[in-house]
Structures are given as structure tokens and as C-alpha cells.
């Protein structure tokens, strides 16, 4: 028997190795998250989940509903407990540098971006990306599921079906100050029983937020206001929602692994545990199965048991990554790094799909901006010190306070010979992100942003591996911009954004752009957006599911991955497509269908 003490060891386990794996799990209460593998009272577990990230933790939440199910979680980052950065909305920013919390990627150079290559933070804490994100809360379109629905045959996915479990999810809270949200929200296509907080942010920017909501009034055909943009018709422009609540932010890590579930006895998670690959193969009817996986920590390995699944939940990089090294992918490459090829996949990390993001910005004629906090040693402390009073102020929220979601027009698509890439008529291609502020404003002066995201990419990337060690960085290309409609969209963003910035409320308030784009041609354009874009951070679709009879894909539509049994991956990497929004709402709801569909398995 393992002793476990309660604080983190730095000493080396005297006896681990080969031994632990033979412990059976053992009933008693551990009751928290694991530092030490010394700690856990065994290796052998019904599920073993790699990855507490977003998903993750919402699966093992949802298993260990059923208490004969044991389920570990191996999570290779490390705790979130009192990360001020990650607990305080306001200062996500720290968070995405190199640091402890994070896995340091970046992209390889782009050809689309003039050569560039571009930051793609991963979280290594727990709660995944939901403990570094920007915490913006959106759904996405009823046609983005239900495109999801048409490729995969499965009417599972379509929005009506999954909305019970976007309503699993959410936690309705209201904002911070309590302000009359009537008129900023819909309510009836929301849920206050859910697990993960959501709520509109505190009433903090009210001027420019009286412009913003004033040019929907002076311009309601190209900019109507959308009450709610999370009711599956997100086309407008309406108030932000976000992942917090009470002022701190909400992450599957403080929510699905609460105080209230992580005492559960059939519950352990085990930090500094990073996987290597999968192990054990063998073959069931002529289908490929593991008996466990391999992890790594403080130098030494380990082999954690799964009698009933293995459920990958390492995110769009992690999981392709461990597939690979388990022999899993496209023969010839795996053959050409020497990884004994298991079972030929060749869609394991293609189709790798991320919205490129770039931003336009203005100074502006108020000093109600980021600005005032940003650069203001004082006034930012002042804000520090009210959050940790009260967890209100400025940063009980991230700076952003609209979204407008618009398409591209029909006629304009046609004279270019583009095919519509988006999902049907409800999902919008561009996404203008409205922030108070601006990372460009030069020092004394004040500004505001606008964020532009093409949310349909044609374009495609991959994540692949150039080495057979389980421990180097896999090669992530995001592919961005390669396809001319890519651009083009992008260039029509801007186009709007100027359009609206014309309007009348504008005139008293902006003062100057900060980089003016207002008469360039369309390939001066096309160079702005290709030396400026970035990531939205939103990459998808490395591990896809498609039709249980397709000659592509990675999953079949329950999530399990072709051609094997008792292995089923659940996290972002599985998205047919992008949604047309941020990932993170989707990501829930995909995991909180994924561990329905586990449970119907072995219930
Ligand atoms: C900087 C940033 C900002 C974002 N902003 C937003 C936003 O504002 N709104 C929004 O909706 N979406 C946002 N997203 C996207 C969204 O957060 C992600 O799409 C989503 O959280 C992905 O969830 P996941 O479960 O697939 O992966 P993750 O949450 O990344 O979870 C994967 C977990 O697996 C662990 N792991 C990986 N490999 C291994 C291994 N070998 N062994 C053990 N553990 C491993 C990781 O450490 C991680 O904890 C953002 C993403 C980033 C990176
Ligand atoms: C990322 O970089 C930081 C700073 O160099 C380092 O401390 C951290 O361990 C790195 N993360 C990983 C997963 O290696
Ligand atoms: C990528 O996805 C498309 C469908 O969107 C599919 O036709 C194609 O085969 C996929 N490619 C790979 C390598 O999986
Ligand atoms: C800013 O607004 C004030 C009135 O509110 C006006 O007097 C001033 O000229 C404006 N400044 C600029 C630079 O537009
Ligand atoms: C910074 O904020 C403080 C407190 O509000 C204020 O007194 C001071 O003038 C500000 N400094 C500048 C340079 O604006
Ligand atoms: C707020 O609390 C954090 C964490 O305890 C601390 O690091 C910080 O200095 C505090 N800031 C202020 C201004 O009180
Ligand atoms: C669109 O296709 C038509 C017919 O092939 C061609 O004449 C036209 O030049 C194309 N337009 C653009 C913008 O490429
Ligand atoms: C693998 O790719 C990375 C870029 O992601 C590069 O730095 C490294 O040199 C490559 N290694 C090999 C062996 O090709
Ligand atoms: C752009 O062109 C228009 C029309 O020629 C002109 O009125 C406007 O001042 C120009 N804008 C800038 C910023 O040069």
C-alpha cells in the first residue's frame, strides 16, 4: 500500500514502476486532486481519462455520477488552485506567456501570413483551456450542429438534440453588480441549473457601450441588435456573456471538480501525470484495443489501467499527439520515425481548422477606456485592490462588452465565384469583437478595438509529429489564409467595420484610426491582413468524427475512434468543422453528449 501525504513530494517514489500497476483501486476516500502518483491508491480503473481540460473534467464529472465506475484523470499540467491569473478575469493576458501554465507552441511559419508563425497557447493547468481562455460564452448557430448532424449522419448532434445539454452546462448567474439586465439577454434560452457559471459582465464601460448599442439603431440593416446571440441565431450585434461568475472566473476545474463532486469516492485526478501513448494492444474481432496507458512523471513511468475505456480529452494538439505515438495515424509517416505502425488512420491531425483573428484600432475622445487602467500604475492597483475587496470593478470581466456576428453578402460571394463556406443561412462568417481599448493605443491617449475573426475558414492545417519521442512538441501548421476566400472575408470585414464607425454616434468620439486602412486597395488589404492576423485559438477537427461508413475521419459519431474498441476521444479535437463562434461552449456540450454516450455504453 501506497502511503499518500498530503502535500506535494518531491522525493523520488521508492517503489513505483511495474508494481503499482498490479494495485487493484481501492475503495476509501482520498477525496482531491493528486500531486503524487505515491498518493493514488492504485492504477486500475474502470475509465481513465487523459486530460483535465475542458472536456475532460465535464466527463469525469459525469461518470462518477454512477458510483460503480472508478475514473482517473491524468492531467500533465498543474493545479489551479490560487492562480490569481487564471481566477481574475481581468488578467488572463499573463497567463498565455511562457509559463508553467502553459505547453509553449507555436505554429511553423506560414506561407498565408508572409512566413510568420504564430503564437497557439495550450493550458497546462487544470480545466484546460477554460482556465486561460477568454471566458466569451458562444454557442454558435443551429446549422453549425446541425451540419454537424448532416456529416456525421448522426441526428444526435443536431442543435435541438443538444440543446438539453448546453442547459446541463450552464449555469445562468447574474452579473457581478446586479445591474437590470432586461433588454441584455434573452432568459428562456438560458439554464440556471447547469454545472459552469455564465453571466453578462458588470456595467463597467457605459459610454462606449451607448455607442455601440447606438449604431445598431442608426444602422439596423447591417447591424441589427441581437438580444441574445447564444439563442442559435446569432446574426447581430448584442452584449458579451462570458464564463464567470461572482466576478471569478468559471473553468470545468472550479465547476465539474467543485467542492461538491470532487469528494466523490470513484473520483481521482492526478496532476504532473503526462501521457506518452498508449499501451497494451491487443485485438478484439480483428479491432485494435489497449489495455492502458503509459504516463510520465518526475522522470519515471507509469501504466494507468482501463477496464471498460480509455477517453482522450488532450485537446486538439494532445490528442492527435498521443494518437500518433500510439501507432495510430497515416502508416507511411509513422513508418518513416520508426513508431510501429497499429492501425492506418490517415485523418489522424489533418484537417486541423483555427480562425484567423486581427484587429483594427481608433483613439478616441473619453477617458472611460482600458487605457485608463492599463496604463495607469495607480488606477490599476486601485481595480486589483476593489477585486480582491470584492470581486468587483473592472476586473471582475475581460475588456470586451459586444459581438457582432455578420455574413458576407450573397451577391458579393457570387461575383467572386466563392462557394458560402458557413453552415446555412444562421451562421454568420465574421465576428467584430468590441473592446474598450486597444493593445496598439499609443501611451497617453485612449482607444478602442475592434477584433475580426473569419469564422469559417476554408483553409486547413495539420498537427503532425517530425520525432518519435512522445515528449517533443508535435509540428502544429494552422494553415491560415491559404485559401482566397479566407482573405476575402477578411477584407470584407473591414469594410463593414469602417461602414460602422461612420455612423453618427460615432463622430464626437472617435478621434483618429491607429493604423489607417480607410483607402487602401484590396491587396494592400490582403498584405494588412496577412502580416497582422494572428489566432483566435480555436483549433478544431484533428481528430474528426464523420459517418460510421466514411473513408475519412477519426470517430465514428458515438466518438469512438474507427477501427478500435474500448477507445473514444472527447474533447475539441473531434469537431467536424469550427463552429461559427469561440469553441469553448461547444466543447461542453460535445463532452457532455460524449459522456452520455459512454454511459449508454456500460450502463
Ligand atoms: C488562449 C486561448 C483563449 C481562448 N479563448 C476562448 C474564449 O474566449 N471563448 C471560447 O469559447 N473559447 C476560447 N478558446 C478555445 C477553447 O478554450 C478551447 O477550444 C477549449 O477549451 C478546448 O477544450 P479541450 O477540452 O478540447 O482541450 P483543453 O481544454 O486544452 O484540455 C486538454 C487538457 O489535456 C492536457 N493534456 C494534453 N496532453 C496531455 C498528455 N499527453 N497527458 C496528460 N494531459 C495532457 C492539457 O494540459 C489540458 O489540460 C481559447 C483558447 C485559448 C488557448
Ligand atoms: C513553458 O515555458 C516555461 C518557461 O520557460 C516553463 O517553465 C514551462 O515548463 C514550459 N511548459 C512546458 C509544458 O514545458
Ligand atoms: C478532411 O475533411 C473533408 C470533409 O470536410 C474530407 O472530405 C477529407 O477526406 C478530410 N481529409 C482527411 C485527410 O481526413
Ligand atoms: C473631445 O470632446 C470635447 C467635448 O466633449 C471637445 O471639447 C473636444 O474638442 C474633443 N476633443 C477631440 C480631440 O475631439
Ligand atoms: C492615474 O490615476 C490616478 C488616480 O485616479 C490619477 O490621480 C492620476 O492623475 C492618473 N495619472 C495619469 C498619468 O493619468
Ligand atoms: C490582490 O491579491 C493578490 C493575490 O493575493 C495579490 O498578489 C495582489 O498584490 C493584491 N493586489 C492588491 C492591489 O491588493
Ligand atoms: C467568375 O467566373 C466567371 C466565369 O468563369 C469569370 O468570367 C469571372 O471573371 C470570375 N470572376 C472572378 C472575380 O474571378
Ligand atoms: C520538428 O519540427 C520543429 C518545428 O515544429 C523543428 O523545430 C524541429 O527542428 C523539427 N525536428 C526535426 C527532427 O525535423
Ligand atoms: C479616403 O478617401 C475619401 C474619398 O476620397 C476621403 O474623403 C477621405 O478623407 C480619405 N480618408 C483618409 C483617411 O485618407
Same mark, same amino acid.
Given at each position: 500500500m501506497i502511503q499518500r501525504s498530503s502535500s506535494y513530494s518531491s522525493h523520488p517514489p521508492p517503489m513505483l514502476g511495474r508494481a503499482l500497476v498490479t494495485l487493484a483501486y481501492l475503495a476509501p476516500c482520498f477525496c482531491k486532486v493528486y500531486e503524487d502518483v505515491t498518493q493514488l491508491p492504485g492504477l486500475s480503473y474502470d475509465f481513465v481519462i487523459v486530460g483535465g481540460g475542458t472536456a475532460g473534467n465535464v466527463v469525469a464529472n459525469r461518470l462518477t455520477e454512477n458510483p460503480d465506475f472508478s475514473v482517473l484523470v491524468l492531467e500533465a499540467g498543474v493545479s489551479n488552485e490560487g492562480v490569481t491569473d487564471s481566477i481574475v478575469p481581468f488578467l488572463v493576458e499573463s497567463l498565455l506567456q511562457p509559463n508553467i501554465y502553459e505547453w509553449n507552441y507555436t505554429t511553423v511559419p506560414q506561407p498565408g501570413l508572409n512566413g510568420r508563425n504564430v503564437g497557439n497557447p495550450r493550458a497546462h493547468i487544470l480545466g484546460g483551456c477554460s482556465a486561460h481562455n477568454g471566458m466569451v460564452y458562444t454557442r454558435g448557430s443551429v446549422d453549425d450542429y446541425n451540419r454537424f448532424a448532416a456529416v456525421t449522419g448522426d441526428p444526435g448532434w443536431s442543435w435541438d438534440r443538444l440543446l438539453p445539454y448546453f442547459f446541463k452546462n450552464e449555469k445562468w448567474t447574474p452579473p457581478v453588480d446586479h445591474h437590470d439586465t432586461q433588454g441584455q439577454y434573452n432568459p428562456a434560452v438560458h439554464s440556471t441549473k447547469g454545472i459552469n457559471s455564465v453571466s453578462l459582465g458588470r456595467l463597467y464601460w457605459p459610454i462606449f457601450s451607448k455607442h455601440v448599442i447606438e449604431s445598431t439603431k442608426e444602422l439596423p440593416d447591417e447591424w441589427p441588435f441581437n438580444l441574445d446571440m447564444n439563442s442559435g441565431k446569432p446574426l447581430g450585434l448584442g452584449w458579451i456573456q462570458s464564463t464567470i461568475g461572482g466576478g471569478m472566473r468559471s473553468t470545468s476545474a472550479t465547476s465539474y471538480l467543485g467542492p461538491e463532486f470532487i469528494h466523490r469516492q470513484n473520483l481521482h485526478v492526478l496532476l504532473h501525470a503526462q501521457v506518452s501513448k498508449l499501451v497494451d494492444a491487443g485485438r478484439v474481432s480483428g479491432k485494435l484495443t489497449f489495455g492502458g496507458v503509459q504516463f510520465a512523471q518526475g522522470g519515471s513511468f507509469f501504466t494507468a489501467k482501463a477496464a471498460k475505456e480509455i477517453i482522450l480529452s488532450a485537446g486538439s494538439v494532445g490528442t492527435p499527439n498521443i494518437l500518433l505515438h500510439s501507432g495510430i495515424g497515416d502508416e507511411a509517416a509513422l513508418t518513416a520515425l520508426d513508431i510501429p505502425s497499429l492501425l492506418d488512420l490517415p485523418s489522424v491531425g489533418k484537417n486541423a481548422t483555427d480562425q484567423p483573428v486581427f484587429g483594427l484600432g481608433w483613439t478616441v475622445n473619453s477617458t472611460q477606456t482600458l487605457e485608463s487602467i492599463s496604463q495607469n500604475e495607480t488606477r490599476f492597483n486601485e481595480a486589483f485592490a476593489q477585486w480582491n475587496r470584492s470581486h468587483n470593478g473592472p476586473f471582475s470581466a475581460g475588456g470586451t462588452t459586444h459581438l457582432g456576428w455578420l455574413r458576407l453578402d450573397p451577391q458579393t460571394l457570387a461575383t467572386n465565384n466563392f462557394?458560402?463556406?458557413?453552415?446555412?443561412?444562421?451562421?454568420?462568417h465574421i465576428e467584430v469583437s468590441f473592446t474598450p481599448g486597444s493593445l496598439s493605443a499609443p501611451p497617453g491617449s485612449n482607444a478602442l478595438s475592434a477584433g475580426i475573426a473569419v469564422?469559417?475558414? #476554408?483553409s486547413r492545417g495539420s498537427v503532425t509529429i517530425n520525432s518519435s519521442n512522445p515528449f517533443d512538441s508535435p509540428v502544429i501548421d494552422v494553415?491560415?489564409?491559404?485559401?482566397d476566400i479566407d482573405v476575402f472575408t477578411g477584407r470584407e470585414a473591414i469594410k463593414k467595420v469602417l461602414k460602422l464607425f461612420e455612423a453618427p454616434t460615432w463622430q464626437d468620439y472617435i478621434i483618429a484610426p491607429i493604423v489607417d486602412v480607410e483607402n487602401l486597395s484590396d491587396d494592400a488589404l490582403n498584405q494588412f491582413i496577412r502580416n497582422s492576423a494572428s489566432s483566435?485559438?480555436?483549433? #478544431?477537427?484533428?481528430?474528426a468524427m464523420s459517418a460510421k461508413d466514411a473513408r475519412y475521419g477519426v470517430v465514428d459519431p458515438d466518438l469512438l475512434v474507427k477501427g478500435t474498441i474500448g477507445l473514444r476521444i472527447i474533447d475539441a479535437s473531434v469537431f467536424p468543422y469550427v463552429p461559427s463562434a469561440h469553441t469553448q461552449a461547444a466543447t461542453y456540450v460535445v463532452a457532455e453528449r460524449g459522456a452520455d454516450l459512454v454511459k449508454e455504453a456500460w450502463e
Open positions: 462557394t458560402d463556406p458557413s453552415a446555412g443561412h444562421n451562421s454568420p469564422l469559417n475558414p #476554408v494553415g491560415f489564409l491559404q485559401s483566435a485559438f480555436h483549433l #478544431v477537427g484533428t481528430a
